[in-house]
């Protein structure tokens, strides 16, 4: 069965430093996604992403957040100066159309920890 | 504005005796939910969704979920527990009203344990 998937399984980074997540969503799916569960909190979403552009964001994807498709497969958050604040595990996910009625599917994630 | 409780944050059901773990939800319009699992190490594992029709939805490992209008409800159930199913379960939502498309709002999860 096809699978999202997400790498570092782990980062460990320093406050300011800059950080790529990797995922690589389902292949025949569209529309991509990122959210991020900080410990003991709820999942939040972050930004939806297809055909090349950002769908939608929340508040919290402010201007130190930027998502990419570099090629056909991958598809990347990246954090500009990370804060510890970012800590938590962040969360990719495909769906294979929009449409309220779609699922997502979600990679493992990866936990990230800010220093 | 949307939300999504679960009440519980765990859960504790013997081994072959039925398990509820319980949703409610909070829109404007019309819901779409879903189910899903996190087991340890793991990413979320998508379980069953209500869109429309039958207020009974069956999905993946025996699970299913009724959807309850009235009571704003979607408890997911299963009749016979397995230790195996001890893991974290998020209810989360979609609204027709809402100005969003995409993104899904979740519950806080609950812990299901199943002791043997």
């Known amino acids: 069965e096809p699978e999202v998937t997400q790498t570092p399984s782990h980062q460990v980074t320093q406050m300011g430093q800059e950080v790529i997540l990797r995922c690589v969503p389902i292949s025949n799916h569209l529309y991509f996604y990122w959210y991020r569960q900080i410990l003991g909190q709820k999942v939040e979403f972050l930004v939806s992403f297809y055909n090349n552009e950002i769908s939608e964001k929340s508040e919290i994807f402010d201007d130190q957040f930027s998502v990419e498709r570099p090629d056909g497969s991958n598809f990347t958050l990246k954090i500009r100066s990370t804060k510890l604040e970012d800590s938590a595990m962040y969360f990719c996910a495909s769906s294979e159309a929009d449409g309220l009625q779609e699922t997502q599917y979600f990679g493992p994630g990866t936990r990230l920890l800010v220093l | 504005a949307q939300s999504v409780a679960q009440p519980e944050d765990q859960v504790n059901v013997a081994e072959g005796n039925p398990l509820t773990v319980k949703c409610t939800y909070s829109v404007s319009g019309n819901p779409y939910l879903f189910w899903y699992v996190q087991y340890p190490n793991r990413g979320l594992q998508f379980l069953l969704k209500?869109?429309?029709?039958d207020n009974l939805v069956k999905g993946s490992y025996g699970f299913e979920a009724e959807f309850n209008k009235s009571q704003t409800s979607f408890h997911l159930k299963k009749p016979s527990a397995l230790v195996s199913d001890s893991a974290l379960y998020f209810c989360?939502?979609?609204?027709?009203?809402?100005?969003?498309?995409?993104?899904?709002?979740w519950g806080a999860g609950t812990k299901l344990i199943i002791k043997p």
């Open positions: 209500y869109i429309t029709g």
């Open positions: 989360a939502v979609r609204d027709l009203r809402s100005h969003s498309n995409y993104q899904l709002i």
